[in-house]
């Protein structure tokens, strides 16, 4: 995700708070399941993505979570 935090997040989307405000989601929400802790590795990635590229990101991933908010990314 390339969006930023913004106040209207914070109600809504539960990874998020106050002093996130302003910074990427993606490093924000990897900041905060760093603390939550686990066996997984999560790798932030503040970028575009389309049907161009998202063959490339998901490269050498386990899991891909559709968490995309237009159509446009999602077709």
Known sequence: DRDLVEVTNLPRQVLFEEADLGRPKAEAAAAALA????????????????????????RGVDLVLDGTDNLATRT
């Open 35 to 58: 603390r939550i802790g686990g066996p997984s590795r999560v790798e932030a990635r503040a970028e575009h993505v389309d049907a161009d590229n998202l063959e490339d990101l998901a």
